[in-house]
């Protein structure tokens, strides 16, 4: 009772919109208490099971289970983590084999490994799956710019073989002949087809890069969506069509005026008056958001 007088006395003065606020940050503050005392409470658990086991091996208890250092910052920042994401791939490729993006991983790992023939392992199993996919038509151009950059220095047998299972795919076109069709064939069906297509053109052809800018921020996509909007914005963000700190600017003022309530594109100030759910109760979808998210 005097906790909730001394509470009364004050805040008696607060305008209702920063009492509100105050009452936000007190019930994050407490779920954030209550979220690190059952974090805490989990790594105690853990760290006892640890202990338990340990102390079985060390009397050599048979049945003891074999235990690896759990220690946060190494699982973290594995030391050869390509090694790592194979072991990893390996049951995805026996489980889910006809999953498409198994074999588009698989392609990343040995793309980064420089395994050439893993490589057209994983786009020949992806293109049997889905052969218009705008993911592993960004595979197939990098593995076609990769073969330009160092086919010559392959074992002649490794590149025969290369160039007999590639054909079916490339069909003789370059990686530039490929994207500019992919462009004109397949780019305005989808936003990611737009998004994959725009960011190869400027990764072969840096001189289109407006062209390809343009085609990546166009909003009028049959399924335009909030995330794709997040993902193009990201990919914006990160470097892909070069330095364009306007243009993204732009890009989020229209994404803001298409998705009027989407939290990705409200400006910092209005994300700190949002309450702890992000969005008000009585504030409803508007059509076009439902509709572009159907």
Known sequence: MLLAVLWSTKYENLAPSELKKLRNKQRKAKRKAEQESALQ????VKREQHHKARQQQEQGDPEAPQLDELVPDKLAR???PLEQAIKFLQPLRTLAADRIDTHL???EIYYRKDKPLL???????AFQLDSSHHHLHDCLL????????NLAGLNP?????????IEPMVRGRSAVQMAEEFIRSAADKTQANALWGARALRRLLPERAHQALKLATALHYPDLSIQGCV???????????GPCEKEIEQYIEACRSKFPYAIAFKPASALADLPDNHVADDAPLQPKEIAANN
Do not use: C, P, T, Y
């Open 41 to 44: 409470a989990q790594v105690q």
């Open 78 to 80: 594995a030391e050869d």
């Open 105 to 107: 991983m698989a392609f």
């Open 119 to 125: 490589m057209l392992q994983s786009i020949k199993r």
């Open 142 to 149: 990098r593995f076609q710019r990769w073969l330009d950059d």
């Open 157 to 165: 047998a490794v590149a025969a073989v290369i160039n007999k299972e």
């Open 231 to 241: 993902d193009v914005l990201d990919s914006l963000r990160e470097g892909d069509f």
